[in-house]
Antibody
Framework: EGQLVESGGGLVQPGGSLRLSCAAS????????MSWVRQAPGKGLEWVAN????????SYVDSVKGRFTISRDNATNSLYLQMNTLRAEDTAVYYC????????WGQGSLVIVSS | DVVMTQSPLSLPVTLGQPASISCRSS???????????LSWFQQRPGQSPRRLIY???NRDSGVPDRFSGSGSGTDFTLKISRVEAEDVGVYYC??????????FGQGTRLEIK
């Protein structure tokens, strides 16, 4: 089934940066696309970014292009989301999910952008 | 971008009764490979989302058979044959055919009457 555990969330000021991590276990990480999906407080799900098995392809939702970078380290079974120039509207729980169809999700990491 | 529209947005259901959620896409979700990448997710209160259905009608492992998915092209439906208390939560459809971006419906909140 696989397990995903996010970390790195917290409170950050507008314009600041944060790096989220997702530790994968229980499956062959290097065989899967991986995604980040976020959920603003009381709102629905929004896909943020995804990355191919070998890291050669990456895609982003328009609202984060140029500010967020998705990456992975298959040697350590880790997925990352580097978030720069954060805005109040980036406040959300960020989930890592396996594949593009999200057959497994982490518990989420809360990011609050506020002064 | 493909817009996913769910209805209803709120669904009060009596225990043991059936429930149905509709999801419509702004364009056909049939991929050039012949598959239709439409999934359904359940998010119980305070929990992470959990996938229930993939490629329209395939149930994920461990999902009770009272959940079923159907549809084609632009119109899709999630049905619960007999609602149980543990089914309370928000249900989302998601398309993975035309991306980026992968897009979700607004969510349908199922509650017990």
């Amino acid at each position: 089934e696989g397990q995903l555990v996010e970390s790195g969330g917290g409170l950050v000021q507008p314009g600041g940066s944060l790096r989220l991590s997702c530790a994968a276990s229980g499956f062959i990480f290097s065989s899967y696309w991986m995604s980040w999906v976020r959920q603003a407080p009381g709102k629905g799900l929004e896909w943020v970014a995804n990355i191919k098995e070998d890291g050669s392809e990456k895609s982003y939702v328009d609202s984060v292009k140029g500010r967020f970078t998705i990456s992975r380290d298959n040697a350590t079974n880790s997925l990352y989301l580097q978030m720069n120039t954060l805005r109040a509207e980036d406040t959300a729980v960020y989930y890592c999910a396996r594949g593009n169809a999200g057959d497994s999700w982490g518990q989420g990491s809360l990011v609050i952008v506020s002064s | 971008d493909v817009v996913m529209t769910q209805s209803p947005l709120s669904l009060p259901v009596t225990l043991g009764q059936p429930a149905s959620i509709s999801c419509r896409s702004s364009q056909s979700l049939v991929h050039t490979d012949g598959n239709t990448y439409l999934s359904w997710f359940q998010q119980r209160p305070g929990q992470s989302p959990r996938r229930l259905i993939y490629t329209v009608s395939n149930r994920d492992s461990g999902v009770p058979d009272r959940f079923s998915g159907s549809g084609s092209g632009t119109d899709f439906t999630l049905k619960i044959s007999r609602v149980e208390a543990e089914d309370v939560g928000v249900y989302y459809c998601m398309q993975g055919t035309h991306w980026p971006p992968i897009t979700f419906g607004q969510g349908t909140r199922l509650e017990i009457k």
